[in-house]
Nanobody, 123 residues
């Protein structure tokens, strides 16, 4: 089994920055592609960013391109999401996800999920 634990959420003013972390444990060697999702109140969950095992391939939702950066440190079994120029519409619970596939197709298909971390951006 794989456990994913997010950290780094909090309250920040519009224009500020936060860095989320997601640490994998358990059978973490079986996790290749990793992703960050978010769910705002009253809305469905949406993909924010994804990264493959090597980090060479990444995906970003249009709404976060040029503001967010996904990265990973495989030695630490950790994936990060650097969020800059935050906007109130970025307010959501952010979830880390992983799967035993390395490609970045079908990004609605992830096997492992964290418990989520709240990000609140005040205007």
């Amino acid at each position: 089994q794989v456990q994913l634990v997010e950290s780094g959420g909090g309250l920040v003013q519009s224009g500020g920055s936060l860095k989320l972390s997601c640490a994998a444990s358990g059978r973490s060697f079986s996790v290749y592609a990793m992703g960050w999702f978010r769910q705002a109140p009253g809305k469905g969950r949406e993909i924010v960013a994804a990264i493959n095992w090597t980090g060479r391939n990444t995906y970003y939702a249009d709404s976060v391109k040029s503001r967010f950066t996904i990265s990973r440190d495989n030695a630490k079994s950790t994936v990060y999401l650097q969020m800059n120029s935050l906007k109130p519409e970025d307010t959501a619970v952010y979830y880390c996800a992983g799967r035993p596939r390395n490609d970045l197709s079908n990004l609605d298909e992830f096997d492992y999920w964290g418990q989520g971390t709240q990000v609140t951006v005040s205007s």
